[in-house]
């Protein structure tokens, strides 16, 4: 019988923490997560051994997303969770038992270094920068729970301008699954503006098998909620960021004004 000796922690004191937490007593019912916030890669893994012009670009993060955050939680006094994580170490936004869980080949590029990983070593991101990630959201969202505190929970990200050479044309889009209470809103807050194209699950749409963030803490707890996907060439500039906060809280604070019917659908809550 083989005998592994055990792993080295993958995190070590020059890293930075998992996630950052900003205004951690905001007012809001808002629960602002971003997913693919942060570009950082463990020491350890020495970058995936890929170049600045790699981690630069959405291969490795969603750009603009972490201003967008920062200015929306301002906007409406919102609670938000940012994972300071590359998603090439491994996506916050998909089952850790995801094929795509950690990735080695985005869209063109080979992530090599994440090629030919040990059971033991996907477990060890599983454990150390995925969990801690989502345990802190659940808390969270325990609390405000254990104090009745009314949540919805809306998740932040960017999409690139082109994808396999199709140019996509929404400036946003609004991502629901099963529960399309809030979702449904914002589709009409947005597209009453009049200069938007607003995508409906466009370009992406919400299932279990890719995604975790809105499946675990809002579709499972039954809470209001809805995914926001903002082009990046909107957030490559603050004015932008600011641009877009803006847009987004008003959009929200219209498509929360009714409060929410309760969202059945056959299943047992968690929690």
Request: proline share 7%; glycine share 8%; charged share 20%.
């Given at each position: 019988?083989?005998?592994?000796e ?13 996630f950052c937490?900003v ?42 997303v972490a ?54 070593e ?68 947005l ?62 604070e219209?498509?929360m ?15």
């Amino acid at each position: 019988m083989t005998i592994h000796e055990p792993l080295a922690p993958l995190l070590g004191a020059y890293d930075p923490p998992v996630f950052c937490i900003v205004r951690p007593a905001g007012r809001s019912d808002v629960l602002l997560t971003a997913d693919h916030a942060g570009r950082a890669i463990p020491r350890r893994l020495n970058r995936l051994s890929l170049s600045d012009a790699v981690l630069d670009t959405h291969v490795a993060w969603d750009l603009g997303v972490a201003g967008l955050g920062q200015r929306l939680s301002a906007c409406l006094d919102a609670f938000l969770i940012q994972q300071n994580y590359s998603r090439l170490v491994i996506d916050a936004n998909r089952p850790p038992e995801a094929p795509d869980s950690i990735v080695s080949l985005s869209e063109h590029t080979v992530i090599a270094a994440n090629g030919n990983l040990s059971p033991a070593e996907r477990l060890q991101r599983v454990a150390e920068v995925f969990h801690p990630y989502h345990q802190r959201i659940a808390a969270e969202l325990d609390a405000r729970s254990g104090r009745a505190q009314p949540t919805v929970l809306v998740t932040l990200h960017s999409f690139t301008p082109v994808h396999d050479g199709f140019r996509r044309p929404w400036h946003v889009g609004v991502l629901y699954g099963r529960d399309g209470r809030l979702g449904r809103r914002m589709l009409q807050s947005l597209a009453a503006e009049g200069d938007l194209q607003v995508g409906d699950n466009e370009p992406y749409a919400v299932s279990d098998a890719s995604d975790h963030t809105l499946v675990v803490h809002g579709e499972r707890r039954r809470l209001p909620h809805v995914e926001l996907e903002v082009r990046q060439d909107l957030l490559a500039t603050e004015a932008g960021q600011q641009e877009w906060a803006e847009r987004l809280a008003l959009g929200l604070e219209q498509a929360m004004a009714e409060g929410f019917p309760p969202f059945m659908d056959g299943s047992p809550p968690v929690g």
